[in-house]
Protein backbone atom coordinates (compact mmCIF):
# COMPACT_ATOMS: atom_id res chain seq x y z
CA UNK A 1 0.00 0.00 0.00
CA UNK A 2 2.14 2.48 1.23
CA UNK A 3 3.87 1.60 -2.41
CA UNK A 4 1.31 2.20 -4.35
CA UNK A 5 0.67 5.68 -2.19
CA UNK A 6 4.07 6.64 -3.26
CA UNK A 7 3.73 6.19 -7.06
CA UNK A 8 0.41 7.58 -6.98
CA UNK A 9 1.78 11.03 -4.76
CA UNK A 10 5.00 11.01 -7.08
CA UNK A 11 2.95 10.72 -9.78
CA UNK A 12 0.51 13.83 -9.01
CA UNK A 13 3.50 15.80 -7.77
CA UNK A 14 5.28 15.12 -11.34
CA UNK A 15 2.33 16.05 -13.28
CA UNK A 16 1.52 19.20 -11.25
CA UNK A 17 5.52 20.33 -11.76
CA UNK A 18 5.06 20.43 -15.84
CA UNK A 19 1.68 21.61 -15.51
CA UNK A 20 3.54 25.02 -13.84
CA UNK A 21 6.79 24.97 -16.70
CA UNK A 22 3.72 24.42 -19.35
CA UNK A 23 1.89 27.48 -17.65
CA UNK A 24 4.86 29.67 -17.60
CA UNK A 25 6.07 28.57 -21.45
CA UNK A 26 1.99 29.49 -22.20
CA UNK A 27 2.54 33.11 -20.35
CA UNK A 28 5.61 33.67 -22.20
CA UNK A 29 4.19 33.00 -25.12
CA UNK A 30 1.32 34.98 -25.12
CA UNK A 31 2.97 37.75 -23.91
CA UNK A 32 5.63 37.23 -27.21
CA UNK A 33 2.45 37.50 -29.71
CA UNK A 34 0.78 39.71 -27.82
CA UNK A 35 3.11 42.78 -27.28
CA UNK A 36 4.03 42.13 -31.62
CA UNK A 37 0.71 42.80 -32.10
CA UNK A 38 0.66 46.64 -32.35
CA UNK A 39 3.89 46.28 -34.64
CA UNK A 40 1.68 44.86 -37.34
CA UNK A 41 0.48 47.67 -38.99
CA UNK A 42 3.79 49.44 -39.07
CA UNK A 43 6.12 50.23 -41.89
CA UNK A 44 9.53 49.45 -43.11
CA UNK A 45 11.30 52.55 -43.74
CA UNK A 46 14.83 53.69 -44.19
CA UNK A 47 17.11 50.28 -44.51
CA UNK A 48 14.03 48.51 -43.66
CA UNK A 49 12.22 49.37 -47.04
CA UNK A 50 15.55 48.85 -49.02
CA UNK A 51 15.76 45.57 -47.59
CA UNK A 52 11.86 44.78 -48.67
CA UNK A 53 12.17 46.03 -51.94
CA UNK A 54 15.10 43.58 -52.07
CA UNK A 55 13.49 40.88 -50.81
CA UNK A 56 10.22 41.91 -53.20
CA UNK A 57 12.32 42.01 -56.10
CA UNK A 58 14.34 38.50 -55.10
CA UNK A 59 11.28 36.50 -54.83
CA UNK A 60 9.66 38.07 -57.99
CA UNK A 61 12.63 37.02 -60.20
CA UNK A 62 13.18 34.03 -58.17
CA UNK A 63 13.58 30.65 -60.90
CA UNK A 64 13.83 28.23 -58.14
CA UNK A 65 17.39 27.29 -58.78
CA UNK A 66 20.03 26.99 -55.95
CA UNK A 67 22.06 29.79 -57.80
CA UNK A 68 18.73 31.86 -58.40
CA UNK A 69 18.91 31.65 -54.50
CA UNK A 70 22.38 32.49 -53.99
CA UNK A 71 22.18 35.36 -55.95
CA UNK A 72 19.18 36.62 -55.60
CA UNK A 73 19.27 36.79 -51.96
CA UNK A 74 22.22 37.83 -51.21
CA UNK A 75 21.33 41.52 -50.90
CA UNK A 76 23.49 44.83 -50.21
CA UNK A 77 26.67 43.13 -50.72
CA UNK A 78 25.82 40.71 -47.75
CA UNK A 79 25.39 36.95 -47.46
CA UNK A 80 21.74 37.19 -46.20
CA UNK A 81 20.56 34.05 -47.58
CA UNK A 82 19.79 32.28 -44.65
CA UNK A 83 17.04 34.89 -42.87
CA UNK A 84 15.90 36.67 -45.99
CA UNK A 85 15.44 32.54 -47.28
CA UNK A 86 12.74 32.07 -44.64
CA UNK A 87 11.26 35.63 -44.91
CA UNK A 88 10.83 34.77 -48.71
CA UNK A 89 7.97 32.35 -47.71
CA UNK A 90 5.46 35.29 -46.10
CA UNK A 91 6.75 37.44 -49.03
CA UNK A 92 5.22 34.10 -51.20
CA UNK A 93 2.31 33.69 -49.24
CA UNK A 94 1.72 37.83 -49.32
CA UNK A 95 3.05 38.94 -52.70
CA UNK A 96 2.03 42.46 -52.56
CA UNK A 97 1.91 43.44 -48.60
CA UNK A 98 3.91 43.16 -45.82
CA UNK A 99 1.71 40.83 -43.33
CA UNK A 100 3.31 37.64 -44.85
CA UNK A 101 7.17 38.62 -43.61
CA UNK A 102 5.74 39.50 -40.39
CA UNK A 103 4.26 36.30 -39.91
CA UNK A 104 7.05 34.17 -40.63
CA UNK A 105 9.24 36.68 -38.43
CA UNK A 106 6.59 36.08 -35.59
CA UNK A 107 7.23 32.40 -36.31
CA UNK A 108 11.06 32.95 -35.57
CA UNK A 109 10.51 35.12 -32.29
CA UNK A 110 7.78 32.05 -30.47
CA UNK A 111 10.25 29.54 -31.34
CA UNK A 112 13.39 31.43 -30.43
CA UNK A 113 11.29 32.60 -27.04
CA UNK A 114 10.89 29.16 -26.26
CA UNK A 115 14.46 28.58 -27.00
CA UNK A 116 15.29 31.21 -24.40
CA UNK A 117 12.75 29.66 -21.77
CA UNK A 118 14.32 26.47 -21.81
CA UNK A 119 18.04 28.30 -22.16
CA UNK A 120 17.02 29.88 -18.50
CA UNK A 121 15.31 26.72 -16.96
CA UNK A 122 18.49 25.15 -17.57
CA UNK A 123 20.96 27.55 -16.07
CA UNK A 124 18.83 28.41 -13.19
CA UNK A 125 18.04 24.75 -12.27
CA UNK A 126 16.37 24.47 -9.10
CA UNK A 127 15.29 28.05 -9.29
CA UNK A 128 11.24 28.42 -9.71
CA UNK A 129 9.44 28.31 -12.39
CA UNK A 130 8.06 32.03 -12.05
CA UNK A 131 10.98 33.71 -11.47
CA UNK A 132 12.88 31.27 -14.85
CA UNK A 133 9.24 33.00 -16.84
CA UNK A 134 10.35 36.25 -15.10
CA UNK A 135 13.80 35.97 -16.65
CA UNK A 136 12.49 34.78 -20.05
CA UNK A 137 10.08 37.95 -20.21
CA UNK A 138 13.26 40.14 -19.41
CA UNK A 139 15.45 38.73 -22.00
CA UNK A 140 12.75 38.57 -24.55
CA UNK A 141 11.66 42.37 -23.92
CA UNK A 142 15.03 43.58 -24.89
CA UNK A 143 14.97 46.40 -27.54
CA UNK A 144 17.18 44.44 -29.69
CA UNK A 145 14.55 41.91 -29.47
CA UNK A 146 11.24 43.32 -29.27
CA UNK A 147 12.12 46.50 -30.95
CA UNK A 148 13.28 45.28 -34.22
CA UNK A 149 10.49 42.78 -34.83
CA UNK A 150 8.62 44.93 -37.57
CA UNK A 151 12.14 46.86 -38.99
CA UNK A 152 13.25 44.47 -41.88
CA UNK A 153 17.15 43.82 -41.48
CA UNK A 154 19.20 40.93 -41.21
CA UNK A 155 20.82 41.85 -38.02
CA UNK A 156 17.70 40.72 -36.27
CA UNK A 157 18.77 37.01 -37.38
CA UNK A 158 21.62 36.70 -35.39
CA UNK A 159 19.17 36.71 -32.25
CA UNK A 160 17.12 34.39 -33.40
CA UNK A 161 19.60 31.43 -34.75
CA UNK A 162 21.77 31.91 -31.86
CA UNK A 163 19.62 31.27 -29.30
CA UNK A 164 18.62 28.31 -31.32
CA UNK A 165 21.92 27.19 -31.40
CA UNK A 166 22.52 27.84 -27.54
CA UNK A 167 19.24 25.70 -26.95
CA UNK A 168 20.19 22.70 -29.34
CA UNK A 169 23.99 22.58 -27.49
CA UNK A 170 22.49 22.51 -24.17
CA UNK A 171 20.15 19.97 -24.84
CA UNK A 172 21.86 17.41 -27.40
CA UNK A 173 19.87 18.64 -30.22
CA UNK A 174 22.99 18.80 -32.38
CA UNK A 175 20.94 18.68 -36.06
CA UNK A 176 18.92 21.78 -35.10
CA UNK A 177 22.71 22.92 -33.82
CA UNK A 178 23.77 22.07 -37.24
CA UNK A 179 20.91 24.35 -38.85
CA UNK A 180 20.70 26.99 -36.56
CA UNK A 181 24.67 28.20 -36.69
CA UNK A 182 24.16 27.29 -40.93
CA UNK A 183 21.35 29.68 -40.62
CA UNK A 184 23.68 32.44 -38.51
CA UNK A 185 26.55 31.85 -40.73
CA UNK A 186 24.67 32.80 -43.45
CA UNK A 187 22.80 35.92 -42.19
CA UNK A 188 25.77 38.82 -42.72
CA UNK A 189 29.31 38.13 -42.29
CA UNK A 190 29.44 38.88 -38.47
CA UNK A 191 27.24 35.85 -38.09
CA UNK A 192 29.91 33.64 -39.67
CA UNK A 193 32.19 34.97 -36.75
CA UNK A 194 29.56 34.16 -34.25
CA UNK A 195 29.05 30.86 -35.55
CA UNK A 196 33.10 30.27 -35.85
CA UNK A 197 33.52 31.55 -32.30
CA UNK A 198 30.55 29.20 -30.99
CA UNK A 199 31.85 26.13 -32.37
CA UNK A 200 35.44 26.92 -31.59
CA UNK A 201 34.47 27.41 -27.75
CA UNK A 202 32.56 24.24 -27.90
CA UNK A 203 35.34 22.30 -29.66
CA UNK A 204 37.78 23.77 -26.77
CA UNK A 205 35.46 22.79 -24.47
CA UNK A 206 34.78 19.48 -25.98
CA UNK A 207 38.33 18.62 -26.20
CA UNK A 208 39.10 19.38 -22.86
CA UNK A 209 36.87 17.59 -21.23
CA UNK A 210 37.54 14.61 -23.11
CA UNK A 211 40.91 15.37 -23.31
CA UNK A 212 41.45 11.00 -22.46
CA UNK A 213 39.54 9.83 -25.14
CA UNK A 214 41.20 12.04 -27.76
CA UNK A 215 44.18 11.20 -26.89
CA UNK A 216 43.76 7.62 -27.06
CA UNK A 217 41.71 7.76 -30.58
CA UNK A 218 38.05 7.50 -29.11
CA UNK A 219 35.81 9.38 -31.83
CA UNK A 220 32.72 10.64 -29.75
CA UNK A 221 29.82 11.35 -30.95
CA UNK A 222 29.55 15.47 -30.00
CA UNK A 223 33.09 15.47 -31.52
CA UNK A 224 31.82 14.49 -34.52
CA UNK A 225 28.54 16.52 -34.96
CA UNK A 226 31.20 19.30 -34.16
CA UNK A 227 33.21 18.36 -36.73
CA UNK A 228 30.26 18.20 -39.03
CA UNK A 229 29.17 21.44 -37.92
CA UNK A 230 31.98 23.35 -38.77
CA UNK A 231 32.44 21.47 -42.34
CA UNK A 232 29.14 22.99 -42.98
CA UNK A 233 29.77 26.44 -42.15
CA UNK A 234 33.24 26.76 -44.34
CA UNK A 235 31.11 25.21 -47.24
CA UNK A 236 28.54 27.84 -46.46
CA UNK A 237 31.33 30.55 -46.05
CA UNK A 238 32.90 29.33 -49.06
CA UNK A 239 29.93 29.44 -51.08
CA UNK A 240 28.65 33.16 -49.76
CA UNK A 241 32.76 34.29 -50.73
CA UNK A 242 32.17 32.79 -54.32
CA UNK A 243 28.71 34.19 -54.57
CA UNK A 244 30.76 37.89 -53.57
Known amino acids: KKKIRYLLTGNRKKRA ?44 NYDFTLTGFLNGFR ?7 GYMGLLAIGKFLDP ?23 ICRRVMKGVSWKYVTIAAVVITSVPSYL ?20 YSML ?8 FSLLLLALTKEIGMVIAAA ?17 VNGITKR ?16 AVAIYVV
Open 17 to 60: RKRKWKKGWYFLLFYTIVVRLPQFGDIPRFDGMAYYKMLAEACQ
Open 75 to 81: MASHPTQ
Open 96 to 118: TGYTGIMLVNLVLVCITSYCVFQ
Open 147 to 166: GTFSYLNPDTGFIYFFFMAV
Open 171 to 178: YSRYILMI
Open 198 to 214: FLTGMGLYLIWNKRKEV
Open 222 to 237: RLFYAGFAGILLLLGA
